[in-house]
């Protein structure tokens, strides 16, 4: 027996109601290009609608002229999708419940997350969306994923509730001086201003 070894999200599809609530939305709110549009290809009484998420991955839309939004959340219940989080600048990010609310979108507020910040709110059709901005770069050739791997390593070492900065600051450090060479002998920290 062996894994099908999965390299990244390649589109998460989603049934939308019409085509222009969904262009309004996807593109007009989050600014998502719609970069194509065809028929579901196995119900041709649905159109298939494609936006960028800004990664150059997909988020697609089956539409039905015939489908009206639904406001209420959609369910939660287990195998259903709870929400749907994008990734957005610390600029955007900043100014996400000022521009929410000027379209009179009820959101959550800023929620600290320790190793991120997020807002939500509903999608037209009752699909929770959470904006998310980190609060950390890695490494040049370092991934997020691998950042906080090693920062919940070291939470668990030291028996913290959750991912805070200060584990993600010394996830960093452990991990530049793993893969960044230096012609120092000694690596550690020193006080320069002592002399």
């Known amino acids: 027996m062996r894994k099908i070894q999965a390299q990244g999200v390649h589109h998460i599809t989603l049934t939308g109601a019409d085509r222009q609530t969904s262009i309004d939305f996807w593109e007009g709110v989050l600014g998502m290009p719609f970069i194509f549009d065809q028929p579901n290809l196995d119900d041709p009484n649905q159109g298939h609608l494609y936006f960028d998420p800004g990664d150059g991955r997909l988020i697609t839309i089956f539409t039905n002229e015939t489908r009206k939004p639904v406001h209420e959340r959609t369910p939660t219940d287990p195998g259903c999708v709870h929400h749907i ?39 037209p059709l009752g699909l929770l969306i959470e904006l998310a901005t980190y609060k950390f770069e890695p490494p040049v050739g370092c991934s997020h994923a691998q950042v906080l791997l090693r920062a919940h390593k070291l939470r668990v070492a030291r028996g913290d509730y959750n991912i805070g900065e200060e584990h993600l600051a010394d996830a960093i450090e452990e991990l530049v001086l793993e893969t960044t060479g230096s012609l120092s002998e000694d690596r550690g920290p020193a006080d320069p201003y002592a002399k």
């Open 85 to 123: 989080a994008f990734n957005v600048s610390r600029a955007s990010f900043t100014q996400a419940t000022a521009r929410l609310e000027a379209r009179g979108i009820k959101h959550s507020g800023v929620k600290d997350r320790g190793f991120m910040d997020s807002i939500y709110f509903k999608d």
